[in-house]
């Protein structure tokens, strides 16, 4: 998760905090594939909870759009070279 891009991690650590660890593989396992992907607008259209109030499920998305946009980070033996 330490290269994600910042507003993926935010937006991953919310939904941790709600869920928490096991509750997010479990209830999202497509999010969870996707992030493993880095594919940030899958993950926007799969972060929506139940129980959780709009605005929130909205910055989430959001963050995670966000994310989207940003440039994918180099791997670590890349930026050694």
């Keep these: 998760m330490d290269t994600f891009p910042a507003p993926a991690h935010l937006a991953l650590l ?8 096991t509750g997010l593989t479990k ?4 999010l969870c594939r996707a ?9 926007a259209a799969e ?3 139940l129980g959780v109030h709009a605005s929130r499920n909205d910055e989430t ?3 995670f759009l966000a ?3 940003m440039p994918a980070p180099r791997k670590a033996a890349a930026a050694r070279r």
């Design 14 to 21: 919310d939904m941790i905090f709600n869920l928490g660890p």
């Design 27 to 30: 209830a999202f396992p497509k």
């Design 35 to 43: 992030a493993d992907r880095g594919d940030w607008k899958v993950c």
């Design 47 to 49: 972060c929506n909870r």
């Design 61 to 63: 998305r959001d963050l």
């Design 67 to 69: 994310a989207a946009t």
